[in-house]
């Protein structure tokens, strides 16, 4: 079969999108004069903004007569449930590696799924241009990483190719030749990665791709792992246990090839497709033909650690900003999302007036709040939390531990180690990362690590690099210290005076400006103390027929802080919510009545008495 299926997987930034690029250019994809955009696989608005994958992206190219399937993965850890299904598709990995930065938590977490599916990686040495490359050292990293996951002695026997992705150019050594493009990583794909494996009997396809389309409506992208599919064949969907989902007619078989997709008459087995016209068939669904009643077994998929409660939002402003702003709305848009995310778990609290949803981590959820504040929601949402499981043997409450890696300038690493521990983090490696840096890796509690980034950043000049990826359930860790201050909260509703903001500066550092929309039990600004001020914001300057330079004096007001989603997410405390609409992110009190506030203080302080 003149067919290979590859995924490229490694860390974030470490140049899989643009060597997807090259690769598809190299191969006479394109026409000479077509204009592409750069990193033409990342496709969505907020891939391009923020410069990272988010969705996994199939691709097909042709060289010597040989098709190669090629899945773009996402390169961080919140959403690694998207490579950890791809690799069900692929019969090799290119696992990209920065010649500077070498192996990080990413890439172990990605290659130790794949070797244990049996996957014989090709090892790419990117970005070999960089003046601090250190590409002989990176090899042997990679090698004992390797080792350290139990790869066999034939995955051990991995081919290495060193280049630059972004100069266009691969080779078996470090130097060159820089003139033959990217022809050596095609043929050595084409001789080290098998065909795919094939099986006997009629039409099955594990869905592992799943996107919606206003013509076609639900696609399923996946592998056929048996038969041939055509368009208009009677197929049925099987959930993971063998139940019937659904039973239907295929409207479409769809190719990738470059960047377009085809329709063809017929695919056969060991092809990656999408297929249109069942409505039902989901993530992890097997879609067959009619005689069959064995699903494909999926991938298990690693559990979400912490969880956010999305509710209406019912404050004074609700509805200005947002077209969609009812809780069916919100519910029925978070139920689509769970159904085609498999990392994502969404269900209703007990109260029925909010949904939990739970993820990996805070770029995961806050990148889809970011989606649904854009299709024009207005939602409230609480801080995030971490999942505790109980131990049933035990009876032990565990809480999930990830492994930070932080790389940073040697005169910054006593403050990362001081933060860290305080945070209840466990130091397990110190060691030179080259060029005066330090890599420092920790064992720390999620709970500790929820608005740490920034901080971080604050510490170290903005100089520190911090990964994290989940590592363990482990026993309870003790307490985590929370924010410090308070913050001040406005007592009246209408519209922000300059000369209060003035006024009031003494008091903290503002978080809103001059004219800006506000109502009672907003939070304005953060206070200097650790308890929480009512303020009003709403106070003008009383006039009087008195004129004098001292008196008229210029309101100059220092520069408020500029919060963006995730620094709201991880600033807000549990009595607080952060309100998203398609104009604004505002913090807010809980109980927007002071009264309300004071009963419910009460009501805590009676209950630990």
Same mark, same amino acid.
């Given at each position: %079969?003149?067919?290979?299926? =590859?995924?490229?997987?490694?860390?974030?930034?470490?140049?899989?999108?643009?060597?997807?690029?090259?690769?598809?250019?190299?191969?006479?994809?394109?026409?000479? &004069?077509?204009?592409?955009?750069?990193?033409?696989?990342?496709?969505?608005?907020?891939?391009?903004?923020?410069?990272?994958?988010?969705?996994?992206?199939?691709?097909?190219?042709?060289?010597?007569?040989?098709?190669?399937?090629?899945?773009?993965?996402?390169?961080?850890?919140?959403?690694?449930?998207?490579?950890?299904?791809?690799?069900?598709?692929?019969?090799?990995?290119?696992?990209?590696?920065?010649?500077?930065?070498?192996?990080?938590?990413?890439?172990?977490? *990605?290659?130790? $799924?794949?070797?244990?599916?049996?996957?014989? /990686?090709?090892?790419?040495? &990117? #970005?070999?241009?960089?003046?601090?490359?250190?590409?002989?050292?990176?090899?042997?990293?990679?090698?004992?990483?390797?080792?350290?996951?139990?790869?066999?002695?034939?995955?051990?026997?991995?081919?290495?190719?060193?280049?630059?992705?972004?100069?266009?150019? %691969?080779?078996?050594?470090?130097?060159? !030749?820089?003139?033959?493009?990217?022809?050596?990583?095609?043929?050595?794909?084409?001789?080290?990665?098998?065909?795919?494996?094939?099986?006997?009997?009629?039409?099955?396809?594990?869905?592992?791709?799943?996107?919606?389309?206003?013509?076609?409506?639900?696609?399923?992208?996946?592998?056929?792992?048996?038969?041939?599919?055509?368009?208009?064949?009677?197929?049925? +969907?099987?959930?993971?246990?063998?139940?019937?989902?659904?039973?239907?007619?295929?409207?479409?078989?769809?190719?990738?090839?470059?960047?377009?997709?085809?329709?063809?008459?017929?695919?056969?087995?060991?092809?990656?497709?999408?297929?249109?016209?069942?409505?039902?068939?989901? *993530?992890?669904?097997?879609?067959?033909?009619?005689?069959?009643?064995?699903?494909?077994?999926?991938?298990?998929?690693? !559990?979400?650690?912490?969880?956010?409660?999305?509710?209406?939002?019912?404050? !004074?402003?609700?509805?200005?900003?947002?077209?969609?702003?009812?809780?069916?709305?919100?519910?029925?848009?978070?139920?689509?999302?769970?159904?085609?995310?498999?990392?994502?778990? *969404?269900?209703?609290?007990?109260?029925?007036?909010? %949904?939990?949803?739970?993820?990996?981590?805070?770029?995961?959820?806050?990148?889809?709040?970011?989606?649904?504040?854009?299709?024009?929601?207005?939602?409230?949402?609480?801080?995030?939390?971490?999942?505790?499981?109980?131990?049933?043997?035990?009876?032990?409450?565990?809480?999930?531990?990830?492994?930070?890696?932080?790389?940073?300038?040697?005169?910054?690493?006593?403050?990362?180690?001081?933060?860290?521990?305080?945070?209840?983090?466990?130091?397990?490696?110190?060691?030179?990362?080259?060029?005066?840096?330090?890599?420092?890796?920790?064992?720390?509690?999620?709970?500790?690590?929820?608005?740490?980034?920034?901080?971080?950043?604050?510490?170290?000049?903005?100089?520190?690099?911090?990964?994290?990826?989940?590592?363990?359930?482990? /026993?309870? #860790?003790?307490? *985590?210290?929370?924010?410090?201050?308070?913050?001040?909260?406005?007592?009246?509703?209408?519209?922000?005076?300059?000369?209060?903001?003035?006024?009031?500066?003494?008091?903290? /550092?503002?978080?809103?400006? !001059?004219?800006?929309? =506000?109502?009672?039990?907003?939070? =304005?600004?953060?206070?200097?103390?650790? &308890?929480?001020?009512?303020?009003?914001?709403?106070?003008?300057?009383?006039?009087?027929?008195?004129?004098?330079?001292?008196?008229?004096?210029?309101?100059?007001?220092?520069?408020?802080? $500029? %919060?963006?989603?995730?620094?709201?997410?991880?600033?807000?405390?549990?009595?607080?919510?952060?309100? +998203?609409?398609?104009?604004?992110?505002?913090?807010?009190?809980?109980?927007?009545?002071? &009264?309300?506030?004071?009963?419910?203080?009460?009501? #805590?302080?009676?209950?630990?008495?």
């Amino acid at each position: %079969m003149k067919l290979r299926n =590859v995924a490229i997987i490694a860390h974030v930034d470490h140049g899989k999108t643009t060597l997807v690029d090259r690769l598809l250019q190299q191969s006479g994809s394109f026409r000479e &004069n077509q204009r592409v955009a750069e990193r033409a696989m990342d496709s969505n608005d907020l891939e391009r903004e923020r410069g990272i994958t988010i969705l996994a992206k199939a691709t097909s190219i042709l060289w010597n007569d040989i098709r190669i399937n090629i899945v773009d993965t996402p390169g961080h850890a919140d959403f690694g449930g998207e490579v950890e299904r791809i690799l069900n598709m692929v019969d090799g990995a290119i696992v990209l590696v920065d010649a500077a930065e070498g192996p990080l938590p990413q890439t172990k977490f *990605v290659v130790s $799924k794949a070797l244990k599916m049996g996957l014989k /990686p090709i090892v790419v040495i &990117n #970005k070999v241009d960089r003046p601090d490359a250190r590409a002989t050292q990176v090899v042997n990293e990679v090698f004992d990483l390797f080792a350290a996951l139990d790869a066999t002695d034939e995955q051990l026997d991995f081919p290495i190719l060193y280049g630059s992705a972004k100069e266009g150019w %691969m080779a078996e050594k470090e130097e060159g !030749p820089k003139d033959k493009g990217m022809k050596p990583l095609f043929d050595l794909i084409l001789r080290h990665v098998a065909p795919p494996r094939v099986e006997e009997g009629p039409f099955r396809m594990l869905g592992t791709i799943l996107e919606a389309n206003s013509y076609l409506g639900r696609i399923v992208t996946g592998r056929i792992t048996s038969g041939s599919v055509k368009p208009n064949q009677m197929a049925k +969907v099987l959930d993971r246990d063998g139940k019937v989902i659904e039973e239907g007619r295929i409207s479409k078989v769809l190719a990738f090839r470059g960047l377009e997709r085809l329709a063809l008459d017929e695919a056969s087995a060991g092809d990656i497709v999408s297929i249109a016209g069942l409505p039902q068939a989901t *993530v992890a669904h097997t879609i067959c033909a009619p005689e069959v009643t064995e699903p494909i077994p999926a991938q298990p998929i690693d !559990p979400p650690t912490l969880a956010m409660t999305f509710r209406v939002n019912d404050s !004074p402003l609700a509805g200005t900003e947002g077209d969609k702003v009812t809780s069916r709305m919100i519910r029925d848009r978070l139920l689509r999302e769970g159904e085609g995310n498999v990392a994502l778990k *969404v269900a209703e609290s007990e109260d029925k007036d909010s %949904m939990e949803v739970a993820g990996r981590g805070e770029l995961q959820l806050g990148i889809l709040i970011e989606t649904m504040r854009r299709e024009g929601f207005e939602l409230s949402v609480s801080r995030p939390k971490v999942l505790f499981l109980k131990d049933e043997k035990t009876g032990e409450v565990t809480e999930p531990i990830e492994e930070v890696t932080i790389d940073v300038d040697e005169e910054h690493s006593g403050i990362v180690v001081q933060k860290m521990s305080e945070r209840k983090g466990e130091m397990i490696e110190m060691r030179p990362s080259g060029g005066g840096r330090l890599r420092l890796v920790f064992y720390a509690p999620t709970r500790g690590l929820i608005g740490y980034q920034g901080e971080l950043l604050t510490d170290t000049r903005g100089t520190a690099i911090m990964n994290r990826i989940f590592h363990e359930y482990a /026993p309870f #860790k003790g307490d *985590v210290m929370g924010r410090r201050n308070g913050v001040l909260i406005s007592t009246d509703a209408g519209e922000a005076v300059a000369f209060a903001l003035w006024n009031l500066e003494d008091r903290g /550092p503002m978080m809103i400006e !001059p004219g800006w929309k =506000v109502y009672r039990g907003m939070i =304005v600004g953060e206070h200097t103390r650790d &308890n929480d001020l009512e303020v009003n914001v709403l106070k003008g300057k009383k006039l009087t027929n008195i004129r004098t330079t001292s008196k008229d004096e210029a309101v100059r007001l220092t520069p408020p802080i $500029k %919060m963006t989603l995730e620094k709201a997410l991880a600033y807000i405390q549990d009595d607080e919510l952060v309100e +998203v609409t398609p104009k604004s992110i505002r913090l807010r009190k809980k109980l927007l009545d002071p &009264n309300d506030r004071k009963r419910e203080e009460r009501r #805590k302080e009676a209950e630990v008495a």
